[in-house]
Antibody, heavy 120, light 105 residues
Framework: QIQLVQSGPEVKKPGESVKISCKAS????????MQWLKQAQGKSLKWMGWINTNTGKTTYAADFTGRFVFSLETSASTAYLQITNLKNEDMATYFCARGYHGYNYPFAYWGQGTLVTVSS | DTVLTQSPALAVSPGERVTISCRAS??????MYWYQQKPGQHPKLLIY???NLESGVPARFSGSGSGTDFTLTIDPVEANDTATYFCQQSWNDPTFGAGTKLELK
């Protein structure tokens, strides 16, 4: 079955960087784009953008340009989200997700989420 | 961005029928989806393309609407349905509603 397994919780200081992984299994990694979403505690979800796992092309939502980088390690069926120069407002749970084969939406499959705590 | 406005928190008794609304700031055709999220879990897809039931989701859940007005209906509500429900559109860059917290009396 299709699974997305994310790396564990992170505790970082402001100004540091974090890299979250999302390992896919149960399907051919390059057949579906990988989406990234942010959810602050008690808040709704925000779509951050996505990476085409076939070409590596990235698309970032307007609020997630500059300090956010999506990348791939295709041989390991793994997608990454890196956030640099962490700020207090980056404290949230980050999810990777994918759609159905060939479609970006809806978000049919989800990782379990990675909690990033930013605290001095 | 397309803003999605959801009905506020609701409290219903088991066995009742509940409708959760979602209004879009512009037409999203039928590119509307509904998710259920329980504390500490990832969102779970319930409805896609406004009215299609995701595989494995109980038939107690149904969706309707098009354009700007959408509803998610649960009939009958069960205790296990306590959760926050989010709508999401994909007509433009994906956006989510603020969520409707469903509590059982």
């Amino acid at each position: 079955q299709i699974q997305l397994v994310q790396s564990g919780p992170e505790v970082k200081k402001p100004g540091e960087s974090v890299k979250i992984s999302c390992k896919a299994s149960g399907y051919t990694f390059t057949q579906a784009g990988m989406q990234w979403l942010k959810q602050a505690q008690g808040k709704s979800l925000k779509w951050m953008g996505w990476i085409n796992t076939n070409t590596g092309k990235t698309t970032y939502a307007a609020d997630f340009t500059g300090r956010f980088v999506f990348s791939l390690e295709t041989s390991a069926s793994t997608a990454y989200l890196q956030i640099t120069n962490l700020k207090n407002e980056d404290m949230a749970t980050y999810f990777c997700a994918r759609g159905y084969h060939g479609y970006n939406y809806p978000f049919a499959y989800w990782g379990q989420g990675t909690l990033v705590t930013v605290s001095s | 961005d397309t803003v999605l406005t959801q009905s506020p928190a609701l409290a219903v008794s088991p066995g009742e029928r509940v409708t959760i609304s979602c209004r879009a700031s512009e037409s999203v055709s039928q590119r509307m989806y509904w998710y259920q999220q329980k504390p500490g879990q990832h969102p779970k897809l319930l409805i896609y393309a406004a009215s299609n039931l995701e595989s494995g989701v109980p038939a107690r859940f149904s969706g309707s609407g098009s354009g700007t007005d959408f509803t998610l209906t649960i009939d009958p509500v069960e205790a296990n349905d306590t959760a926050t429900y989010f709508c999401q559109q994909s007509w433009n860059d994906p956006t989510f509603g603020a969520g409707t917290k469903l509590e059982l009396k």
